[in-house]
């Protein structure tokens, strides 16, 4: 694969086969590591039909290398499945920088997200349709399935430390998915979660790998504060973890004076206000977008907004897991050419394009310098500014049509000529309210009622004490409701209780009580 074979060398490539028993038994023209590489030199050039995409792997080697007809390519990819490549990207799935280089951590803390991607087209078959079912819009069903995939991204580099595969999306949702990658988190990371992922038994299982966690809350949510800090924040408990919850009104001021105002609450394990000032959570918080950016990498520019090739699973599973190891690759390639500097100054195109030019030279001298380096190198890109994003919705059957027209987004990337936190005071805690019990009201029962008739029994004996049994008999009512409706009568005050299960009308009421 030219000079991305330094980083995934054949010695390696042969490990894993021998591991996951995919290691041919005897000499073959088409041996498996050769599979590994044409499979992953597919994802590379998803536009080209896999004899060209052959064609370009041994371009270097003239007459001398084999050319199989397309039949042989597909039985080569059917020997290998998908196995291998999955366990290929679990040895490649590593932390590539450490985060105390420029742009990767957050003092100290390794900033990593996960999020799920649901925008892989793939072919519209049978089987491909009986795994991943049909993808439903607001305008009927769409012309192809996707994929439900989950990944767990570090942020400051790009890389991806793990992803998951999940059935239909109506059965397998996003927090299912995160769960089995749970076990990629250790001490020292900071794991940035969208209103998705806010649900207390999910954080509990977060926060008990040892990671914190940053976490935009759900609308519904409305914690009570316990502690109120310093800074402003407060501190509250989901379930019996105590965490720290930011209230931020953001206002962006545009170039010619326009204002964006944004709430964001967020909730955080980083309990120390000293350390973690509240504006530098909120200000953090949108870190998290990195891993979009990580998908619009893997769809937009490496696969151009192609669909996937294979029309049943073993074969989408094997494309998906050799998609995400180019894209691992690639990421090695840009962090290792900008060493001490923030890898977001990585051009990903430019290091794409040099892998593919690079395929067709064959492999690389020792001596000389890799390509990939040198093209990153010389078209770095600018500092990231702050800017407000447009969010336009193109496609039409898109369920975000309608959040876009309620945003007050500009209608073109604005620059940010001023960014200002101001952290909210908690919430005042909410009066204590009965949803079953009603105010009392002042207007008499009103006529032929329960009440109405409970009310001219009483009053035939104003200071007898009336239990449930006597009540139900004079009134010949004997719906099971009657005692719950005498607890509540007695609340609001039209009845007293002196005893358990014993009533009298209350003097103030006895000409006339609250509405019924």
């Given at each position: 694969?030219?000079?991305?074979?330094?980083?995934?060398?054949?010695?390696?490539v042969?490990?894993?086969?021998?591991?996951?028993?995919?290691?041919?038994q005897?000499?073959?023209l088409?041996?498996?590591?050769?599979?590994?590489?044409?499979?992953?030199?597919m994802?590379l050039?998803?536009?080209?039909?896999?004899?060209?995409?052959?064609?370009?792997?041994?371009?270097?080697?003239?007459?001398?290398?084999?050319?199989?007809?397309?039949?042989?390519?597909?039985?080569?990819?059917?020997?290998l499945?998908?196995?291998?490549?999955?366990?290929?990207?679990?040895?490649?799935?590593?932390?590539?920088?450490?985060?105390?280089?420029?742009?990767?951590?957050?003092?100290?803390?390794?900033?990593?997200?996960f999020?799920?991607?649901?925008?892989?087209?793939v072919?519209?078959?049978?089987?491909?349709?009986?795994?991943?079912?049909?993808?439903?819009?607001?305008?009927?069903?769409?012309?192809?399935?996707?994929?439900?995939?989950m990944?767990?991204?570090?942020?400051?580099?790009?890389?991806?430390?793990?992803?998951?595969?999940?059935e239909?999306r109506?059965l397998?949702?996003e927090?299912?998915?995160?769960?089995?990658?749970?076990?990629?988190?250790?001490?020292g990371?900071?794991?940035?979660?969208?209103?998705?992922?806010?649900?207390?038994?999910?954080?509990?299982?977060?926060?008990?790998?040892?990671?914190?966690?940053?976490?935009?809350?759900?609308?519904l949510?409305?914690?009570?504060a316990?502690?109120?800090?310093?800074d402003?924040?407060?501190?509250t408990?989901?379930?019996?973890?105590?965490?720290?919850?930011?209230h931020?009104?953001?206002?962006?001021?545009?170039?010619?004076?326009?204002?964006?105002?944004?709430?964001?609450?967020?909730?955080?394990?980083?309990?120390?206000?000293?350390?973690?000032?509240?504006g530098?959570?909120?200000?953090?918080?949108?870190?998290?977008?990195?891993?979009?950016?990580?998908?619009?990498?893997?769809?937009?520019?490496?696969?151009?907004?192609?669909?996937?090739?294979?029309?049943?699973?073993?074969?989408?599973?094997q494309?998906?897991?050799?998609?995400?190891i180019?894209?691992?690759?690639?990421?090695?390639?840009?962090?290792?050419?900008?060493?001490?500097?923030?890898?977001?100054?990585?051009?990903?195109?430019?290091?794409?394009?040099?892998?593919?030019?690079?395929?067709?030279?064959g492999?690389?001298?020792?001596?000389?310098?890799?390509?990939?380096?040198?093209?990153?190198?010389?078209?770095?890109?600018?500092?990231?500014?702050?800017?407000?994003?447009?969010?336009?919705?193109?496609?039409?059957?898109?369920?975000?049509?309608?959040?876009?027209?309620?945003?007050?987004?500009p209608?073109?990337?604005?620059?940010?000529?001023?960014?200002?936190?101001?952290?909210?005071?908690?919430?005042?805690?909410?009066p204590?309210?009965?949803?079953?019990?009603?105010?009392?009201g002042?207007?008499?029962?009103?006529?032929?009622?329960?009440?109405?008739?409970?009310?001219?029994?009483?009053?035939?004996?104003?200071d007898?004490?009336?239990?449930v049994?006597?009540?139900?008999?004079?009134?010949?009512?004997?719906?099971?409701?009657?005692?719950?409706?005498?607890?509540?009568?007695a609340?609001?005050?039209?009845?007293?209780?002196?005893?358990?299960?014993?009533?009298?009308?209350?003097?103030?009421?006895?000409?006339?009580?609250?509405?019924?």
């Amino acid at each position: 694969m030219g000079a991305l074979t330094a980083y995934l060398p054949p010695e390696l490539v042969e490990a894993v086969l021998a591991e996951t028993g995919r290691l041919q038994q005897r000499l073959r023209l088409l041996p498996s590591v050769c599979g590994v590489y044409f499979v992953l030199t597919m994802c590379l050039f998803p536009h080209l039909g896999m004899a060209l995409v052959w064609e370009k792997l041994i371009h270097a080697w003239g007459t001398r290398a084999t050319r199989p007809t397309a039949a042989a390519l597909r039985h080569l990819r059917a020997r290998l499945g998908p196995a291998p490549l999955r366990a290929l990207f679990e040895v490649l799935a590593v932390p590539l920088a450490s985060p105390r280089t420029p742009g990767v951590g957050y003092r100290g803390l390794r900033t990593v997200a996960f999020d799920g991607c649901h925008s892989l087209h793939v072919p519209d078959t049978v089987d491909n349709r009986a795994w991943l079912g049909r993808v439903r819009t607001r305008l009927g069903w769409a012309g192809y399935p996707a994929l439900n995939v989950m990944t767990l991204l570090d942020t400051g580099t790009r890389g991806l430390l793990g992803a998951s595969i999940g059935e239909n999306r109506r059965l397998c949702g996003e927090r299912d998915l995160a769960r089995t990658l749970l076990h990629r988190l250790t001490t020292g990371m900071l794991v940035l979660l969208d209103r998705g992922f806010d649900a207390n038994d999910f954080l509990s299982q977060v926060h008990a790998t040892g990671a914190d966690f940053l976490v935009r809350m759900a609308a519904l949510r409305t914690p009570r504060a316990h502690t109120v800090l310093p800074d402003g924040s407060f501190l509250t408990t989901f379930g019996t973890l105590t965490v720290r919850i930011v209230h931020a009104r953001l206002t962006l001021t545009g170039p010619e004076g326009e204002l964006l105002e944004h709430d964001y609450r967020l909730a955080t394990t980083l309990l120390d206000p000293v350390r973690h000032p509240a504006g530098d959570i909120a200000r953090l918080y949108h870190e998290r977008w990195e891993i979009e950016t990580g998908y619009r990498e893997i769809r937009a520019t490496t696969r151009a907004g192609r669909p996937l090739r294979s029309g049943h699973r073993a074969g989408l599973e094997q494309e998906l897991w050799a998609m995400l190891i180019c894209h691992q690759l690639l990421r090695m390639a840009i962090t290792d050419a900008l060493p001490g500097r923030d890898p977001d100054r990585g051009c990903y195109t430019a290091a794409l394009e040099a892998a593919r030019a690079s395929i067709t030279t064959g492999p690389l001298p020792d001596d000389r310098p890799n390509p990939i380096h040198h093209s990153v190198q010389r078209h770095q890109l600018p500092p990231r500014r702050a800017r407000i994003s447009a969010r336009r919705v193109k496609h039409p059957t898109s369920r975000y049509i309608a959040c876009e027209r309620s945003l007050p987004r500009p209608r073109a990337s604005t620059p940010v000529i001023k960014l200002h936190v101001a952290i909210q005071p908690p919430p005042p805690p909410p009066p204590p309210r009965n949803l079953h019990i009603r105010r009392p009201g002042t207007q008499p029962a009103l006529p032929g009622t329960r009440r109405a008739r409970l009310t001219a029994l009483m009053r035939t004996r104003p200071d007898h004490l009336w239990t449930v049994t006597e009540l139900t008999t004079g009134l010949g009512d004997t719906s099971r409701g009657l005692r719950t409706q005498l607890t509540e009568w007695a609340t609001l005050g039209f009845l007293e209780r002196p005893e358990q299960g014993h009533y009298r009308l209350s003097p103030t009421f006895l000409t006339e009580g609250p509405e019924s």
